[in-house]
């Protein structure tokens, strides 16, 4: 290829939502028997008249007629019934069109399209023939711009050379077997007529396509036509089948408003009646990157079926076992009393959550002491507050109460139930405990204070007596509780 590298843009590949689009009904063949015309062969359950000619077909493949010569390892048998579709059903015209197209691919690309890209590189970006944007059913839009055609410079064998590069091209990176299988043709005549091309150099192109692309056109829109074209379509258009009708569209403007009905306007430049800019540039190729959906239009894509995957297979990477463990689970910090432990600030796993492992305490041997964490925790274990644990405090266990006792003084060890870690934490204090010693101590010298003032009123001067209660005021020298 003398040094040079066929450029593949990410913008001309197959978009992320055709891989789910799967044509159906007329999309995919339309009408029966030798009238029928298919759009998409591969992967698909042929009809039983179709199958007997591809039968017919197969044997006469078998008998050696084709000897010499390799049919391409990529091709399927549903492939070689574009054959019998081009030869109006007649298995020796099918034979004759494949021996006739692979001794045209093995003279001019015998290795493949890639050979032909040093020769044609420089008319790539000549604007003759170029890519530019797809429809809503994914498939590619080539420009024919015949105006811009040249034979002083170039021969027809040039101009064939770019055409057949840039369908193989487009067969090889821009369709999706069984999916989309053809193109859309735009051709601009520019309204004074053929030029330079003759009669004959437009058959020779004509016959190149319809020989070695079979049943790829999906339709092909033709507009700026000069008067003696459009006067003559005008005429024998009532007298041609519904099949080629909608396959030729021949409209006498600059643009073709029914194709725009099937066009985003952002995938047509502005010249064609789109709103996309002008390519100056035609090599390397370019499809904007906007919707592909014409206006007022949604395309149906699949929720379910999607290839993407076989055609972009998925690198699975294996973690070895024990990053995974270090992943998944976590150990206990050191210390964490079971009081702390939280959603947010636990080192917890969620696996050891799941599994009922408990938290560990801050009691001297954490196994034989273990609190439930459902119980203790102010969460449970749908990480929502424990009201148990809001209402109640911590409920330890049976076992842990005894190991408890043992740490504590004898005499606070025989204390009454409701002063018990199983107490409730609105419990009423009985007013001589000693925790509120100091509270009575510092109640008693603040009355003290104000006894020492005059300003004090009479009558909250008294005397108060040592029995210890803080309610308790001397009254007459004598104890009102006692």
Known sequence: MSGKAVPVPKCILVPRDAYRYWPSGEDVIRGTGKKAVRFIFEAQTLTEFEKTKLSRLLKEIINGKIEGLDIPKEWTQN?????CYGTSWKTRNAVKALVQHLQWRRSVIPDSYYSLYPKVFNLLNSGVFYIHGRDQKFRPLIVMNFTKINFKENSIDDYTNVLCFLLDYIVDKMLLPGQIESWVVLTDLGKNGLGNLSITSLKQVLNILQANYRCRLGVNYIINPPKSIWMMWSCIKPFLDDITIEKIKISNASYSPEMMTFFNPYQVEEKYGGKAQNLIDYWPPYVPNSDFAACGKQIPLSKIKDSYS?????????????????????????RVNSLDVSVENSEVSINEIEDDIFARSDVED??????????????TRKFERNPTFMLSGLKSSEDFQKKLSMKIPQAEANKDKTESLESSVDFEPDPSSNIFSNEKEIQKKEILEMNSEDEVPQETNKSYCNCG???????KNSCIII
């Open 310 to 334: 076989q055609y972009n297979p998925i690198e699975i990477i294996e973690e070895e076992p024990p990053a995974i463990l270090a992943r998944t689970k976590t150990k206990v910090a050191s």
């Open 469 to 475: 209660k803080i309610e308790c005021g001397l009254i």
């Open 79 to 83: 492939h070689l019934l574009r054959f």
């Open 366 to 379: 954490p196994e034989e002491n273990l609190v439930d964490f459902e119980m203790a925790s102010p969460f």
